[in-house]
């Protein structure tokens, strides 16, 4: 298997986090199933194989280039053979500056980069495919999020927001929807509209997903955490809450989920 990251240009990683890719080939009748988890970031993802089916829910993969919201919860993929994905992630606040309509309408969904930019989706996926190493994909979409950027930036709301997911970045998830509303100088009814239209999830759920990628990063960093020393660290309220909403994230229980995965965030 051969993966592969890249960082973006000074001037998207205000808007881009990541680039990443990853080519594998599984022997003939081999299958691989891998569980995807939220992270609270949006990505626009681009296989160049056949794509994963999913596995248990209702969810499908629509098309091979597609953009995918905020997840709320875990879902399955399997796929056999060859796999060739190249995917770039959007900063939590970065994914408004480039798609004009509200962001939650793609909470817990994916949607084909065609339906949204039409014949520009379909260039950018032929221009894509038309080479096969990492670095010269990765100059592609540097070169069209840039053009894009300067077609589209509206620094005032995006500061805003920015803002807010600095302040939450920073204290760890621990922040309230009042304390985030009055970082953004809105009234709380002001801000969860924008906060759903801008970042493509609702406050309080957004706040769920960075308190689950909290206690991936607090474990990763100290294996030895018992799950109550946990809960208190990352702001349950008690070990029940912290329970329930973990397994409504991932699947199972904090306690099953670490004995049998390495701790890993994606979001800290």
Partial sequence: MAVHFANPSPLLLPFIKRYWAI?????????????????GFC???????????????????????????????????????????????????????FFRFPLNEIFNINVPLQHLIGQVG???????????????????????FIASLQRQYEEYEFRRLHHVIETLVQ????VSVDEMASAACLSRRQFERVFAERIGASPKQYLKTVRFQR???EKQRNNSLSMTELAIDCGYYDQAHFIADFKSICGQTPLKFFQENEACSDFF
């Avoid at 080519?23 to 992270?39: M, S």
């Avoid at 194989?49 to 399955?76: F, I, K, M, W």
């Avoid at 379909?122 to 540097?142: C, D, H, K, P, Y």
């Fill in 23 to 39: 080519e594998n080939t599984l022997e003939c009748g081999q299958t691989c199933v891998q569980r995807i988890l939220p992270t």
């Fill in 43 to 97: 990505e626009l993802m681009l296989y160049f194989s056949p794509r994963p089916q999913t596995v248990g829910c209702n969810r499908t993969l629509t098309d091979n280039v597609a953009l995918y919201g905020h997840l709320g919860e875990y879902y399955d993929i399997e796929y056999q053979g060859d796999l060739e994905v190249f995917s770039i992630v959007f900063q939590p606040q970065g994914l408004m500056q």
């Fill in 122 to 144: 379909r260039e950018l996926e032929e221009q894509m495919g038309s080479v096969t190493n990492f670095e010269a994909r990765v100059g592609i979409a540097e070169n069209y």
């Fill in 171 to 174: 204290r760890r998830g621990e």
């Fill in 215 to 217: 206690t991936l990063y």
